[in-house]
């Protein structure tokens, strides 16, 4: 059984900053590859990253490469999404979620992860 804590959500400006963190339970993190997905006001919950249990590989969704970077360190249980230049459209509570196995690979799919967080509000103003 996994156990993950965000933080770090919270208000930005339009062109800000903001990092999230994932707090993980459990002696074998880096047996698990993980993710971050996003669901805004009225819509299905997306994709956003993953990472691989080494931290050497990673998948971003279209709409965030170039401006978002997952990462994470193993020896603190933690997966971190670094979000940069941020736009409005980026505002929607953010989930962090493990899966039981290190690959990457299908990393986009949610059912692809057996478990989730509580979730973070980002929340960018225009």
């Known amino acids: 059984q996994v156990q993950l804590v965000e933080s770090g959500g919270g208000l930005a400006q339009a062109g800000g900053s903001l990092r999230l963190s994932c707090a993980a339970s459990?002696?074998?993190?880096?047996?698990?590859?993980m993710g971050w997905f996003r669901q805004a006001p009225g819509k299905e919950r997306v994709f956003v990253a993953t990472?691989?249990?080494?931290?050497?590989?990673?998948y971003y969704a279209d709409s965030v490469k170039g401006r978002f970077t997952i990462s994470r360190d193993n020896a603190k249980n933690t997966v971190y999404l670094q979000m940069n230049s941020l736009k409005p459209e980026d505002t929607a509570v953010y989930y962090c979620?493990?899966?039981?196995?290190?690959?990457?690979?299908?990393?986009?799919?949610?059912?692809?992860?057996?478990?989730w967080g509580q979730g973070t509000q980002v929340t960018v103003s225009s």
């Open positions: 979620a493990a899966r039981s196995t290190a690959w990457a690979g299908t990393g986009h799919l949610d059912a692809a992860y057996d478990y």
């Open positions: 459990g002696r074998t993190f880096s047996h698990h590859a």
């Open positions: 990472i691989s249990g080494s931290g050497g590989t990673t």
